[in-house]
């Protein structure tokens, strides 16, 4: 929607945007100061000034903190500028939250959030943070065509309860054209939320593997696309990629691609030979890179249909053009 949307967004999507970039803030730095109030090491050696906001802002709500924080906003760039918070804070990552870019993002911003009269810029919008609970759907329009095309993108949600749920409600749209399954890459050693001794990219596959292996055939034709997104937070992790899978993994410490082809090869093993599925890198920050892709999946599901139909060859040999 924010790349290819034909209308401007309205007021009251704008206000939302905002509310969503204060909330990132509010929990970003009420996670940190936690954890620093809860370290005692830590907490002795931090200017007695912080100390004193830290307090301060851990005794707000979200509401009381929003309200204040025109008052607030100085404070909290004095408090970002010193160089031990925040290598304190890429120090102690907290799983489920992207703190460290996102909350950096965010204090950059916030003497123009404390404004009244803020309006989010595309940058804002495209970095606002907010968990899908549920089951969610948009749609809009793409202007590149004529006439128009018309999309429904459905958002199954990636909550435990909701990925129960995936199989039957994609059962209910036999027009789904394609599937897009995105895998956040900087959660390669995040544990399993239904077996402590499994990570959250064991789940991925296995889930993975049982969407593509039954609806493959059971919604034919039908586009796959694995999306390995986040790339940007992955390259930061890499040596610790790198030693996490010792044993398994038997790339480079800085061989980025070949990281990439292990976990791919980890996600296609398990899927039927017989099924193709369209594998990008992504970071869903690069406005660039998203609207391009977007255009390369808009192309794909057309041929997966055309080849079904039998319109299409299967092995175009035209100059490297696709045969109609």
């Known amino acids: 929607k924010y790349i290819h949307i034909t209308e401007p967004y309205s007021k009251e999507e ?3 945007f905002k509310n969503i970039l204060i909330n ?3 929990c970003g730095l009420s996670s940190l100061m ?3 109030k809860d370290d005692k090491g830590f907490s002795e050696s931090i200017d007695v000034k912080h100390i004193k906001f830290i307090q301060l802002v851990l005794s707000l709500s979200q509401l009381e903190f929003t309200e204040k ?6 404070n909290i760039e004095d408090f970002w500028e010193d160089k031990n918070v925040r290598l304190y804070n890429a120090s102690n990552p907290i ?3 992207d703190r460290e870019s996102q909350l950096n993002y965010v204090i950059q911003r916030v003497l123009d959030l404390a404004k009244p009269d803020f309006i989010p810029e595309k940058s804002d919008i495209i970095r606002a943070r907010q968990k899908t609970t549920g089951y969610q759907s948009v749609e809009f329009l793409t202007d590149y065509t004529e006439p128009p095309l018309r999309w ?4 199954m949600g990636g909550q435990e309860s909701g990925k129960k749920k995936w199989r039957d409600t994609l059962l209910t749209k036999p027009e789904c054209k394609a599937i897009v399954f995105c895998v956040a890459l900087d959660e390669f050693d995040k544990v399993s939320d239904k077996d402590e001794k499994r990570t959250y990219m064991d789940d991925a596959t296995d889930l993975f593997a049982e969407i593509v292996n039954e609806l493959g055939a059971l919604l034919e034709p039908i586009a796959f696309f694995l999306f390995f997104n986040k790339t940007d937070l992955f390259k930061c992790k890499l040596l610790k990629f790198t030693r996490f899978y010792k044993g398994q993994y038997t790339g480079d410490k800085n061989d980025i691609p070949a990281a990439m082809q292990f976990l791919k090869s980890k996600f296609l093993e398990k899927v039927g030979t017989n099924i193709k599925v369209h594998v990008h890198e992504t970071c869903a920050i690069n406005q660039s890179q998203i609207s391009s892709l977007f255009d390369t999946v808009t ?9 079904k139909s039998g319109l299409m060859l299967k092995n175009p040999k035209v100059e490297g053009k696709t045969t109609i």
Not at 152 to 155: I, Q, S
Not at 299 to 307: D, S
């Open 69 to 74: 924080l025109p008052s607030l906003a100085s």
């Open 299 to 307: 192309f794909t599901i057309v041929e997966t249909r055309l080849r």
């Open 34 to 36: 936690k954890q620093m």
């Open 95 to 97: 799983e489920d939250i």
């Open 14 to 16: 704008l206000e939302e």
């Open 24 to 26: 990132n803030l509010y």
């Open 152 to 155: 429904t993108v459905h958002d």
